[in-house]
């Protein structure tokens, strides 16, 4: 079974940057979008960003689309999410997901990817 492993995640000040990582296990893995989600405490699964697999199409939920920047490397079958000016408020669990059925707009929501990878900490200083 294809797993998705994070990485990436750590501590950081506020203005700085990162990037964090999700990376297929399995060589042939067919996807039809990449998602990035994250997660706050006590808050609600929210979608960031999403690139479709093979056409690099990105999308982004509007406060955030001047800061991160999703991209993807298929020979390396995996996808990376860029944070620029870190916020506190940026603060979550970011989780990658994958939507493998056949899907012919970009889901926005939790339910529209079928495998999720376990997730990394960012975690932002004020």
């Known amino acids: 079974q294809v797993q998705l492993v994070e990485s990436g995640g750590g501590l950081v000040q506020a203005g700085g940057s990162l990037r964090v990582s999700c990376a297929a296990s399995?060589?042939?893995?067919?996807?039809?979008?990449m998602g990035w989600f994250r997660q706050a405490p006590g808050k609600e699964r929210e979608f960031v960003a999403a690139?479709?697999?093979?056409?690099?199409?990105?999308y982004y939920v509007d406060s955030v689309k001047d800061r991160f920047t999703i991209s993807r490397d298929n020979a390396k079958n995996t996808v990376y999410l860029q944070i620029n000016s870190l916020k506190p408020e940026d603060t979550a669990v970011y989780y990658c997901?994958?939507?493998?059925?056949?899907?012919?707009?970009?889901?926005?929501?939790?339910?529209?990817?079928?495998?999720w990878g376990q997730g990394t900490q960012v975690t932002v200083s004020s």
């Open positions: 997901a994958a939507r493998t059925i056949s899907a012919t707009t970009i889901p926005t929501t939790p339910r529209g990817y079928d495998l």
């Open positions: 399995k060589r042939t893995f067919s996807t039809y979008f």
């Open positions: 690139i479709n697999w093979s056409g690099g199409r990105p």
